[in-house]
């Protein structure tokens, strides 16, 4: 993605949040895979689905991919992180 960097070999796997996007967040391959997601800094679950027709047009859905839904206000630290606990 172009906001986030994904760090698949720590364990669990976390997303750095580089530029905060509107809304939502593409992880591509991700689907069937993640069991919990959530911000490092606080612990707060984020919600997350199979991506759908409503992802932007720029982006390639896939069935393999899923979107996690993030806060409309960025977190007040330096790069917010998405912890992600898989299955």
């Not at 992880?27 to 612990?43: C, E, M, N, P, T």
Request: charged share 30%.
């Amino acid at each position: 993605s172009r906001y986030a960097v994904l760090k698949p070999g720590d364990n669990p796997p976390d997303v750095h949040l580089l530029d905060y996007p509107l809304g939502r967040l593409l992880l591509k391959g991700y689907a069937g895979k993640v069991k919990y997601a959530q911000f490092l800094h606080d612990r707060s679950e984020l919600r997350f689905g199979k991506a759908n027709a409503s992802v932007t047009h720029k982006d390639e859905l896939d069935e393999k991919d899923i979107l996690l839904v993030l806060p409309d206000v960025r977190p007040d630290v330096e790069i917010p992180v998405i912890e992600l606990i898989l299955n």
